[in-house]
């Protein structure tokens, strides 16, 4: 992912976790104590009172979010290069191996400067065929580039799993600092004080484990849709490729 997606998917998130923030807690300043309060309140609300825990954990919630949909916008657009008729689809079309040549040069004109994780692989696969004109080799650069691929995608999507725990953890973080407090006040008596302090603790790891639920969601649709992508890439190679080539 460039740097320049980075910085706007940070300052999405910033901007929407402070609206936020700002949000709960003016409303939790203007009203009583009630469901309305205490659900400011669990939101992040009472901000000097633990509420800027809640800040960082929707903070990581949103750069996660918006990460995750780039890569399925990514993945939508990977998807047009099977429109693009790179191989012939027919049935009982076969291929010459003169015609590979012909592929390649048909392939990197399409491409015309736009990246496809199928262009590459198809370019490389009729590469190889060019350079020892044996099938069985072709077929190996095309599982040595597939298992390639998925690599790159996990090492790109690494900053995802890593937000993925950050989220729990801040709530947990939150609740351990909460306990501590209400421990430090104990002594005063106050078991109202004691028990909003320990209220506010707890509200730390209810709000980051409903956020974290649904940003595990979306980050298993994620890896569902980059699995399937270059299963299929290797399939649509394989069938409409490596298997019409007609060998003397």
Same mark, same amino acid.
């Given at each position: 992912?460039?740097?320049?997606?980075?910085? =706007?998917?940070?300052?999405?998130?910033?901007?929407?976790?402070?609206?936020?923030?700002?949000?709960?807690?003016?409303?939790?300043?203007?009203?009583?104590?009630?469901?309305?309060?205490?659900?400011? =309140?669990?939101?992040?609300?009472?901000?000097?009172?633990?509420?800027?825990?809640?800040?960082?954990?929707?903070?990581?919630?949103?750069?996660?979010?918006?990460?995750?949909?780039?890569?399925? @916008?990514?993945?939508?657009?990977?998807?047009?290069?099977?429109?693009?008729?790179?191989?012939?689809?027919?049935?009982?079309?076969?291929?010459?191996?003169?015609?590979?040549?012909?592929?390649?040069?048909?392939?990197?004109?399409?491409?015309?400067?736009?990246?496809?994780?199928?262009?590459?692989?198809?370019?490389?696969?009729?590469? @190889?065929?060019?350079?020892?004109?044996?099938?069985?080799?072709?077929?190996?650069?095309?599982?040595?580039?597939?298992?390639?691929?998925?690599?790159?995608?996990?090492?790109?999507?690494?900053?995802?799993?890593?937000?993925?725990? =950050?989220?729990?953890?801040?709530?947990?973080?939150?609740?351990?600092?909460?306990?501590?407090?209400?421990?430090?006040?104990?002594?005063?008596?106050?078991?109202?004080?004691?028990?909003?302090?320990?209220?506010?603790?707890?509200?730390?790891?209810?709000?980051?484990?409903?956020?974290?639920?649904?940003?595990?969601?979306?980050?298993?649709?994620?890896?569902?849709?980059?699995?399937?992508?270059?299963?299929?890439?290797?399939?649509?190679?394989?069938?409409?490729? =490596?298997?019409?080539?007609?060998?003397?």
């Amino acid at each position: 992912m460039k740097i320049n997606d980075n910085f =706007v998917h940070l300052t999405k998130s910033t901007t929407i976790s402070l609206g936020i923030a700002i949000s709960m807690s003016v409303g939790f300043h203007s009203t009583s104590e009630g469901i309305a309060n205490r659900l400011f =309140v669990l939101l992040g609300g009472d901000f000097t009172g633990g509420g800027y825990i809640q800040l960082l954990t929707f903070f990581a919630f949103f750069w996660a979010q918006f990460e995750i949909l780039d890569y399925l @916008k990514d993945m939508k657009r990977e998807k047009k290069a099977f429109t693009k008729k790179l191989l012939p689809t027919e049935d009982k079309h076969l291929i010459l191996p003169s015609e590979v040549n012909n592929i390649q040069l048909k392939t990197s004109e399409i491409e015309n400067g736009k990246s496809y994780l199928l262009i590459t692989m198809i370019k490389k696969a009729c590469l @190889k065929f060019r350079a020892t004109k044996s099938v069985p080799e072709m077929m190996e650069i095309i599982s040595i580039q597939t298992e390639i691929n998925k690599e790159l995608a996990e090492s790109d999507q690494s900053n995802i799993r890593y937000l993925t725990w =950050v989220i729990p953890s801040i709530g947990f973080v939150g609740t351990v600092l909460g306990i501590s407090q209400a421990l430090m006040i104990a002594n005063s008596g106050d078991m109202k004080l004691i028990t909003a302090t320990l209220g506010v603790a707890f509200d730390t790891t209810l709000v980051s484990l409903v956020l974290s639920i649904i940003v595990m969601w979306y980050y298993h649709r994620l890896q569902k849709e980059t699995d399937y992508l270059h299963a299929s890439i290797k399939e649509f190679v394989i069938e409409n490729l =490596v298997n019409r080539i007609e060998i003397d």
